[in-house]
C-alpha cells in the first residue's frame, strides 16, 4: 500500500533544500561566480523538481480516492435499482 503525502513531511525537506549550508571556504565563492550560479540554479532545479514530483503524487491520491468514491457510488447506485 503506497504511503500517504505528509504535507509537513515535505515542507521540512523543502526547508532544508532552499537553505544548504554555505561552504567551507568562502574565498572560492568570488574567484569562481559562474560555478555558484551554475550551483545555485542546480539548487533551485531540485526543489522545482521535489515540488513537482509532491504535486503529482497528491494529484494522483487524489485521483485514486475519487475513483474509489465514485466505483462505491455506482455500486450502491445498482444495488438501490436491483
Do not use: Y
Amino acid at each position: 500500500m503506497p504511503r500517504q503525502f505528509d504535507p509537513d513531511e515535505f515542507a521540512a525537506a523543502m526547508r532544508q533544500v532552499k537553505h544548504p549550508k554555505a561552504p567551507a571556504d568562502s574565498s572560492n565563492l568570488q574567484a569562481e561566480p559562474l560555478k555558484v550560479e551554475e550551483w545555485q540554479h542546480s539548487e533551485e532545479f531540485k526543489v522545482r523538481v521535489i515540488a513537482a514530483r509532491a504535486k503529482l503524487k497528491l494529484m494522483r491520491d487524489r485521483s485514486e480516492a475519487l475513483q474509489d468514491s465514485l466505483q462505491e457510488f455506482r455500486f450502491r447506485q445498482s444495488r438501490m435499482r436491483a
